[in-house]
């Protein structure tokens, strides 16, 4: 019994100490759930997954979009499933490649000259992701396709940073972060937003402004 408790300790302290390079993906540990938010006025994105196995996810999410013109509007509540596809221990680094895809009902309104079209279909989000950390550097870089009947919203990103300086696993770690991301028919620009971002065990928060002078919020928290 001793020795099985020993064990279970060293496992989760592993885990914690490991989180530091895993942090940034879209699941968390194996019997774990990840809960995350992404906000600003013209998206906002919250989703909760449950990691079945050490590679596999199943969760919900909604996300709500709007163009910057403001005359399309899109709220869409879906099942998602992640999938590690591959992962790359190096000895002071890890790196990954993620499936990630969902489908579920997309509402909406389109207003074109005063004429206003309800939106109502199904919509499907196949995407990869692959993401590359250091306790001092981190990128990622990702693309989904949302995509209904006539509707496509493709989302593609793409994010590095550093830290300020290495802390222990159980302290607050400050990083830099700056993303670049699109949503395909909704904005003709790319969002371009410097972000800081606080790091502690199996959490982290985000905020900044992006270059529309927009405020952005973002979190994660593995539990």
Known sequence: MFFKVLTRLWLTAAALMTSQYVIAGPMGFNDSYMAMGDFNNHWRESFI?????????????ATYMRADDKTKTRTLEEVIYTRLLQRWNLPHAQANVWFIGGVGALQGEDKQEGVHHDVSKVMITPGIQFDYETTRVYFAATHRFYRASDINHDFTSARAGF????TDYDKTQPWLIVEARNMNGLSDKVEVTPMLRLVNKNYFVEAGVNNAREPRFNFMYIF
């Open 163 to 166: 830290s300020f300086y290495e």
């Open 49 to 61: 997954n449950y990691a079945i196995t050490p590679r596999d996810a199943l969760g919900v999410g």
